[in-house]
């Protein structure tokens, strides 16, 4: 089974709807992440969170919002969705700030009309 | 200046063949590097991390150069299955846990 897992794996939505990604983990790491991914952009923290009482803003938090419901799970909102939050979004965990390395889930790709 | 800049490629490499890119960094005080591996349409996944002292893993051989703030990845004997985009990663920039990825570098494998 996977360590880290997103639901949906794909979605597609309307302009103004109220969108969730979840992600879940086994790994047993407090740190979690989400980011985006555009082409030609790369890879785009959007909020992470060091423990369950612990929310911090990415590079890009405008328009979202996470909620950390436990420390095995971490869950995007996109309270409005509009077309150009259409993209892949990544939930990524790790376990310490010594090694850094982070772990990733499979991507939801979000799709807004 | 960008923090984690990478030649968005494509490079395309006979199979066999040995093929190099290079990662260029801004923060002088970064302490952790590492390569990442992301398929198409799938998610980035740790190749190596880059030591001070250089690291193997096969056919993989990572360079870390602090004086001139560039990390390279050589590969050798290349397969088909190398192609992807590899992401270059440094801590010591604004993200969380101060991590910052490059682009990433798109690598095709031509048989």
């Known amino acids: 089974d996977a360590d880290v897992t997103q639901t949906p794996r794909n979605r597609i939505t309307k302009t103004g709807k109220r969108i969730m990604l979840e992600c879940s983990q086994t790994k047993g790491h407090d740190r979690m992440y989400w980011y985006r991914q555009d082409p030609g952009l790369g890879l785009r923290l959007i909020y992470y969170?060091?423990?369950?009482?612990?929310?911090n803003k990415g590079e890009i938090s405008d328009g979202y919002s996470v909620s950390r419901q436990a420390q095995a799970k971490f869950s995007l909102s996109l309270e409005s969705a509009i077309p150009n939050q259409t993209a892949l979004y990544f939930c990524a965990t790790s376990d310490s700030p010594g090694t850094a390395i982070q772990f990733f889930g499979p991507g939801t790709r979000l799709t807004v009309l | 200046r960008k923090e984690v800049e990478q030649d968005p490629g494509p490079f395309n490499v006979p199979e066999g063949a040995t093929v190099a890119f290079n990662c260029t960094y801004s923060n002088s005080a970064s302490q952790s590097f590492f390569w990442y591996r992301q398929d198409c349409r799938k998610e980035p996944k740790l190749l190596m991390s880059v030591y001070s002292s250089g690291n193997e893993d096969g056919r993989f051989t990572a360079q870390l150069n602090r004086a001139s703030q560039y990390i390279s990845l050589l590969i050798r004997d290349s397969k088909l299955s190398d192609s992807a985009t590899y992401l270059c990663?440094?801590?010591?920039?604004?993200?969380?846990?101060?991590?910052?990825f490059g682009k990433g570098t798109h690598l095709i494998i031509q048989p």
């Open positions: 969170s060091f423990d369950v009482k612990d929310i």
């Open positions: 990663v440094v801590n010591g920039g604004g993200g969380a846990d101060g991590l910052t």
